[in-house]
T-cell receptor, first 113, second 110 residues
Framework: NAGVMQNPRHLVRRRGQEARLRCSPM?????VYWYRQLPEEGLKFMVY????????ESGMPKERFSAEFPKEGPSILRIQQVVRGDSAAYFC???????????FGPGTRLTVL | QQPVQSPQAVILREGEDAVINCSSS?????VHWYRQKHGEAPVFLMI?????EQKGHEKISASFNEKKQQSSLYLTASQLSYSGTYFC???????????FGEGTQLTVNP
């Protein structure tokens, strides 16, 4: 049973470009969570999605950031017009249901030049 | 609101014990514990549900006092492989997602 998959593992963007981060949850998991982690800091919640629905986006910046989890395909975190402050590791986690254990993917390291 | 973890960092010699505490100001449904090694993803250790239960994973165990909204992680006879940052992730009774603490950096030296 494959774990949570994220791609790309490393992403380099210039300021003003768009970044698209993908997350495929574990088989049988319909709940997806996105976190951001700055170097030497903790995991900051961004958004919680179920298939085709955003359940909680209270941790997501109001501008430039969006997330989706379509009926088919991976969950996508999209960052428009990236700035240097967006440089971080972005982790995706999935769980089979509400309040269940979350399993993390390997993360995407975003570097904005 | 973010839970408070203590200590922020701890250095041990192999074989020594450590306790990491996690405290929340909210009523909790469960507490999740993870360990993250540098440059890697967080790895799930254990989950504790309300009821004051205690769980164990090899020489790592944890307790959860729902009345005090606190959880503690106990590392016994530490091994070099225990080094990493430990995060607690409480789930509020009224909530639907985890809120992680800032982490406790544990270093085990030979």
């Amino acid at each position: 049973n494959a774990g949570v998959m994220q791609n790309p593992r490393h992403l380099v963007r210039r300021r003003g470009q768009e970044a698209r981060l993908r997350c495929s949850p574990m088989k049988g998991h319909s709940h997806v969570y996105w976190y951001r982690q700055l170097p030497e800091e903790g995991l900051k919640f961004m958004v919680y999605l179920q298939k085709e629905n955003i359940i909680d986006e209270s941790g997501m910046p109001k501008e430039r950031f969006s997330a989706e989890f379509p009926k088919e395909g991976p969950s996508i975190l999209r960052i428009q017009q990236v700035v240097r402050g967006d440089s971080a590791a972005y982790f995706c986690a999935s769980s089979p249901g509400l309040r269940d254990t979350q399993y993390f993917g390997p993360g995407t390291r975003l570097t904005v030049l | 609101q973010q839970p408070v973890q203590s200590p922020q960092a701890v250095i041990l010699r192999e074989g020594e014990d450590a306790v990491i505490n996690c405290s929340s100001s909210k009523a909790l449904y469960s507490v999740h514990w993870y360990r993250q090694k540098h440059g890697e993803a967080p790895v799930f250790l254990m989950i504790l549900l309300k009821g004051g239960e205690q769980k164990g994973h090899e020489k790592i165990s944890a307790s959860f006092n729902e009345k005090k909204q606190q959880s503690s992680l106990y590392l016994t006879a530490s091994q070099l492989s225990y080094s990493g940052t430990y995060f607690c992730g409480p789930l509020e009774t009224s909530g639907s997602r985890l809120t992680f603490g800032e982490g406790t950096q544990l270093t085990v030296n030979p």
